[in-house]
């Protein structure tokens, strides 16, 4: 079954530090990726996408992300976090065509602190 | 302003009653989904519906159950049969081609207390 994997459950970083959330996911062809962000007790708010092209992404908030297809990585970057960044953060994959069209697989989450 | 709703933010039931969350989308998103978050664990997928009158039972579908009777409307109750049905429930909808999915929206879901 395909699935999703972020290693880190909490990550703790000082303000104005930079940022490296890792997602990794099983093999499928042509993958849809999303980083999604959730603060507590609310739904979930899209970052960022990558569907084809540059594998490069930029998002909202200062975000971005880089697919490395050889890696079957989509790792989610910041170059300086703010204290507002704290939050829990999924990543989510679509695996286009099969049984898993229409449906997107969801990491467990990374809680990311920010100390002032 | 378009977006997905859900309703009640807060939810308290006894042990042994079914309990109906509702959402609803006016972003014209043909595809719903249901979610259930636990900590620690992510989201799991409940149900999902990609076109009206039709729903298809995701990872851990036992113990709920749904019905799509309007484009708007995904209404997930929550019956006696679920274990431990004590959980932060989201809602979502996406666009669907009828291949790809890509990106969902949520509402800012339904906190369900069991005791």
């Known amino acids: 079954a395909q699935s999703v994997t972020q290693p880190d459950i909490h990550i703790t970083v000082s303000e104005g530090a930079s940022l490296e959330l890792r997602c990794n996911y099983s093999y499928g062809a042509t993958p849809y990726l999303f980083w999604y962000v959730q603060s507590p007790g609310q739904g979930l708010q899209l970052l960022l996408k990558y569907f084809s092209g540059d594998t490069l992404v930029q998002g909202i908030k200062g975000f971005e992300a880089e697919f490395k297809r050889s890696q079957s990585s989509f790792n989610l970057r910041k170059p300086s976090v703010h204290w507002s960044d704290a939050a829990e953060y999924f990543c989510?994959?679509?695996?286009?065509?099969?049984?898993?069209?229409?449906?997107?697989?969801f990491g467990q989450g990374t809680i990311l602190t920010v100390h002032p | 302003d378009g977006g997905i709703t859900q309703s009640p933010k807060y939810l308290f039931r006894k042990e042994g009653q079914n309990v109906t969350l509702s959402c609803e989308q006016n972003?014209?998103?043909?595809?719903m989904y249901w979610y259930r978050q636990d900590p620690g664990q992510g989201l799991r997928l409940i149900y999902y519906s990609q076109i009206v009158n039709d729903f298809q039972k995701g990872d851990i579908a036992e113990g709920y159950s749904v019905s799509r009777e309007k484009k708007e409307s995904f209404p997930l109750t929550v019956t006696s049969a679920q274990k431990n049905p004590t959980a932060f429930y989201l809602c979502?909808?996406?666009?669907?081609?009828?291949?790809?999915?890509?990106?969902?929206?949520f509402g800012p879901g339904t906190r369900l207390t069991v005791t």
């Open positions: 989510a994959v679509e695996f286009a065509g099969g049984t898993s069209y229409g449906k997107l697989t």
């Open positions: 979502a909808s996406s666009r669907f081609n009828g291949q790809v999915v890509g990106e969902q929206y």
């Open positions: 972003l014209n998103h043909d595809a």
